[in-house]
């Protein structure tokens, strides 16, 4: 076409254009979105375009924490039980004071409510806002721009979860409601012989597809489903235990002597070998194995039994450390004096159960000698414990006098003891489990939303001690769960919940050097103080205040000491609120360690109104009054409907 336009120039024409157009979109599209994420990206269906991700993390806090806490999760044994939904025999799952209310009425159940501060969920605002973030600026850029803003956007699926040791006492509770726990094939000493006792699958819950279903529970709107169960094959079958208890049988069958200096030899039968090993589990899951050990209490007892007064029996004294003032001194052990069971056990599990166990002489030598403190003054000395790491009080002037003990009683438990480098310590893997028989009393304590008198009613406030002394020390806090109701004895944000066997509070000690903690107290006040060689940890603190705050709900219940016509708050009603504690870990240098998030969901607290159960006569007076007025106006027409509304 001579003199016109060629269509490839055309072509070329529209090229430059849709792609200086494109350039020119792209640019203010970076420039327009310079540090925010972008329009169009959502979190969980959370609209998080234009903003910085750390406005995005607060955002995606605030939502999700409203999706996942405003109703309760109805969990169901089996599909009937779904269908029929939830009735009065609903048991609301509590884990306080409770260990998950494992009570016959939970376990003969077949529906329970969950809510989200109740089970151990979390989620990670900051990394869900980074990854939106993130939408649009690789080399999917312009595939993701154009679907955020012209393909109806893009939503990345929030995810959550749930702490380990939280979630398996949850579905210990369930197993035992609506199955049965798998256990394994074992070897028991019974009338003189070992013999293995034949093991049972289980029929649990399948902890893969429950914690899913529990999260979209948790993230959706259909907020219920039929808990899922999976049969447990055993890990130590029947033939595998037997194996074991023909081995055992066969070392212990023939005699062993005890040699005492110039005496004549005392003779140990089968039965006598036999009575002082036990044969336990060892390992998890497809590891598991029956392992054969000397017991050496079992062992010390019985060889007291036969040698008589030929030991003397001093046992040795440990080096400790004791607080002096506000300084830490090492008081060193003293030896003691008889004869040494451990050694004796030792020698005897070489004799049955060591690699030379065939050839093995099967004669113990037994003498009273000087027996050492395991912990010595110089091991004392070695771990350099000399700087006051952190400290931290609580006071409880208000107490009762089981509270006071029960607090005391706890600190007793925890105090001298050692965390190695590297090492975990866990409040109830130190205190054991805090009951009755230990001298622990009855006192307040929040049981399913409301406060009750329950045995070690007041440990949580060691607890919290501990876990602000381990805050302030700037440790790694491994598990903490923050009390179901709102504390206003404690800093917001910063109580540490525990009921055996869940919750824990659990700590690191990544200091390079050993920790020890010490317990002092007064009749109203506690302190915890961690000491050891100080890692120069610098702590910053900073908080988002009280959000979500949720209405509370009001509830009767009869008092039948209550006089007719009386009623009497119980409890106060309280809204509950989330708040969460940002802690910042600075090392010597300066050099931010690490950024941890303490969040806290406290629900609201129900306003309890109890009432008499006994007729109120003057209400029944205005009932028939009333009943009168209403019989008055139907007899008499023509009166004003109005009548006797000035009174």
């Given at each position: 076409?001579r003199?016109?336009?060629?269509?490839?120039k055309?072509?070329?024409?529209?090229v430059i254009?849709?792609v200086?157009?494109?350039?020119?979109i792209?640019?203010s599209?970076?420039?327009?979105n310079?540090?925010?994420?972008?329009?169009g990206?959502?979190?969980?269906?959370?609209?998080?375009?234009?903003l910085?991700t750390e406005?995005a993390?607060?955002?995606?806090?605030q939502?999700?924490?409203?999706v996942?806490?405003?109703?309760?999760?109805?969990?169901?044994?089996?599909?009937?039980?779904?269908?029929?939904?939830?009735?009065?025999s609903?048991?609301?799952?509590a884990?306080?004071?409770?260990?998950?209310?494992?009570?016959?009425?939970?376990?003969?159940?077949?529906?329970w409510?969950?809510?989200?501060?109740?089970?151990g969920?979390?989620?990670?605002?900051?990394?869900?806002?980074?990854?939106?973030y993130?939408?649009?600026?690789?080399?999917d850029?312009?595939a993701?721009?154009?679907k955020a803003s012209?393909?109806g956007?893009?939503?990345?699926?929030?995810?959550?979860?749930?702490?380990?040791?939280?979630?398996?006492v949850?579905e210990?509770?369930?197993?035992?409601?609506?199955?049965?726990?798998m256990?394994?094939a074992?070897?028991?000493?019974?009338?003189?012989?070992?013999?293995?006792k034949?093991g049972?699958?289980?029929?649990?819950?399948?902890?893969?597809?429950?914690?899913?279903?529990?999260?979209n529970?948790?993230?959706g709107?259909?907020?219920?489903?039929?808990?899922?169960?999976a049969?447990?094959?055993?890990?130590?079958?029947?033939?595998?235990?037997?194996?074991?208890?023909?081995?055992?049988?066969?070392?212990?069958?023939?005699?062993?002597?005890?040699?005492?200096?110039?005496e004549?030899?005392?003779t140990?039968?089968?039965?006598?070998?036999?009575?002082?090993?036990?044969?336990t589990?060892e390992?998890?899951?497809?590891?598991?194995k029956?392992?054969?050990?000397?017991?050496?209490?079992?062992?010390?007892?019985?060889?007291?039994?036969i040698?008589?007064?030929r030991d003397?029996?001093?046992k040795?004294?440990?080096?400790?450390?004791?607080?002096?003032g506000?300084?830490?001194q090492?008081v060193?052990?003293?030896n003691?004096?008889?004869?040494?069971?451990?050694?004796?056990?030792t020698?005897?599990?070489?004799?049955l159960f060591?690699e030379?166990?065939?050839?093995?002489?099967?004669?113990i030598a037994?003498?009273?000698?000087?027996l050492?403190?395991?912990?010595?003054?110089?091991?004392?000395?070695a771990?350099?414990?000399k700087?006051k790491i952190?400290?931290?009080?609580?006071?409880f002037?208000?107490?009762?006098?089981?509270?006071?003990?029960?607090?005391?009683l706890?600190?007793?438990?925890?105090?001298n003891?050692?965390?190695?480098?590297g090492?975990?310590?866990s409040?109830h893997?130190?205190?054991?489990?805090?009951?009755?028989?230990?001298?622990?009393?009855?006192a307040?304590?929040?049981?399913?939303?409301?406060?009750?008198?329950e045995i070690?009613?007041g440990?949580?406030?060691?607890?919290?001690?501990v876990?602000?002394?381990a805050?302030?020390a700037?440790?790694?806090?491994?598990?903490?769960?923050?009390?179901?109701?709102y504390?206003?004895?404690?800093?917001a944000g910063?109580?540490?919940?525990?009921?055996?066997?869940?919750?824990?509070?659990?700590f690191?000690?990544?200091?390079?050097?050993?920790?020890?903690?010490?317990?002092?107290?007064?009749?109203s006040?506690?302190?915890?103080t961690?000491?050891?060689?100080d890692?120069g940890?610098?702590?910053?603190?900073?908080?988002?205040?009280?959000t979500?705050?949720?209405?509370?709900?009001?509830?009767?219940v009869v008092n039948?000491?209550l006089?007719?016509g009386e009623?009497r708050i119980?409890?106060?009603g309280?809204?509950?609120?989330?708040?969460?504690?940002?802690?910042?870990?600075?090392?010597?240098?300066?050099?931010?360690?690490?950024k941890?998030?303490?969040?806290s969901v406290?629900?609201?607290?129900?306003?309890?109104?109890e009432?008499?159960?006994?007729?109120?006569?003057?209400?029944?007076?205005?009932?028939?009054?009333?009943?009168?007025?209403?019989?008055?106006?139907?007899?008499?027409p023509?009166?004003?409907d109005?009548?006797?509304?000035?009174?």
């Amino acid at each position: 076409m001579r003199g016109g336009i060629s269509p490839k120039k055309i072509t070329l024409g529209i090229v430059i254009v849709v792609v200086a157009l494109i350039a020119f979109i792209a640019v203010s599209d970076i420039v327009g979105n310079l540090g925010k994420i972008h329009s169009g990206v959502t979190v969980q269906g959370i609209d998080v375009g234009g903003l910085t991700t750390e406005e995005a993390a607060a955002f995606i806090d605030q939502e999700l924490t409203a999706v996942t806490g405003n109703t309760p999760v109805a969990l169901f044994a089996n599909r009937e039980a779904l269908a029929a939904g939830v009735n009065e025999s609903t048991v609301e799952i509590a884990p306080e004071g409770s260990e998950y209310d494992q009570s016959d009425e939970s376990a003969a159940s077949t529906s329970w409510l969950l809510n989200s501060s109740n089970a151990g969920l979390s989620f990670d605002s900051t990394a869900l806002a980074n990854e939106a973030y993130a939408i649009g600026r690789g080399s999917d850029f312009l595939a993701n721009r154009f679907k955020a803003s012209f393909g109806g956007g893009v939503n990345l699926p929030a995810s959550l979860s749930f702490d380990p040791a939280h979630i398996g006492v949850l579905e210990s509770m369930l197993t035992k409601s609506i199955g049965w726990e798998m256990v394994n094939a074992s070897v028991e000493y019974v009338d003189g012989s070992f013999v293995a006792k034949d093991g049972r699958a289980g029929n649990s819950v399948d902890h893969d597809a429950f914690t899913t279903q529990l999260g979209n529970a948790f993230l959706g709107t259909e907020r219920a489903f039929a808990v899922p169960m999976a049969m447990m094959s055993l890990n130590i079958n029947y033939d595998q235990a037997l194996q074991v208890a023909k081995m055992v049988e066969e070392r212990v069958s023939q005699s062993v002597d005890l040699v005492y200096g110039s005496e004549e030899p005392w003779t140990v039968d089968s039965s006598g070998i036999g009575s002082w090993v036990s044969v336990t589990e060892e390992g998890n899951g497809a590891d598991a194995k029956l392992v054969p050990w000397v017991d050496t209490d079992k062992l010390e007892t019985g060889l007291k039994a036969i040698i008589g007064d030929r030991d003397p029996g001093i046992k040795p004294i440990d080096a400790r450390f004791e607080l002096s003032g506000d300084r830490i001194q090492v008081v060193a052990g003293t030896n003691g004096t008889g004869i040494n069971y451990k050694k004796v056990s030792t020698d005897l599990y070489d004799i049955l159960f060591g690699e030379n166990h065939s050839t093995a002489k099967r004669e113990i030598a037994l003498a009273v000698t000087d027996l050492e403190p395991e912990f010595t003054a110089e091991d004392a000395n070695a771990m350099n414990i000399k700087d006051k790491i952190a400290s931290y009080t609580t006071e409880f002037t208000v107490a009762s006098a089981n509270k006071v003990t029960n607090i005391q009683l706890a600190a007793d438990l925890l105090n001298n003891s050692m965390i190695a480098p590297g090492g975990t310590w866990s409040f109830h893997g130190t205190a054991g489990e805090c009951n009755e028989a230990r001298g622990f009393k009855k006192a307040t304590s929040i049981v399913a939303g409301e406060y009750v008198d329950e045995i070690g009613g007041g440990i949580c406030q060691v607890a919290t001690t501990v876990f602000n002394a381990a805050f302030d020390a700037g440790l790694p806090i491994n598990e903490r769960v923050n009390h179901g109701f709102y504390l206003i004895a404690y800093p917001a944000g910063r109580d540490a919940a525990v009921s055996w066997q869940w919750p824990d509070l659990k700590f690191e000690n990544d200091t390079g050097g050993h920790i020890l903690m010490t317990m002092s107290y007064t009749n109203s006040a506690l302190t915890c103080t961690l000491w050891g060689t100080d890692p120069g940890y610098r702590v910053e603190v900073e908080d988002t205040g009280f959000t979500n705050r949720t209405d509370f709900q009001k509830k009767e219940v009869v008092n039948p000491d209550l006089k007719a016509g009386e009623k009497r708050i119980k409890q106060e009603g309280v809204k509950g609120r989330t708040i969460v504690v940002t802690r910042y870990v600075y090392d010597k240098n300066g050099q931010l360690l690490r950024k941890t998030d303490f969040k806290s969901v406290y629900a609201p607290e129900t306003e309890i109104t109890e009432i008499s159960d006994k007729p109120d006569k003057d209400e029944d007076k205005k009932k028939e009054d009333n009943k009168d007025d209403e019989d008055d106006k139907q007899t008499k027409p023509g009166q004003n409907d109005d009548a006797g509304t000035e009174d």
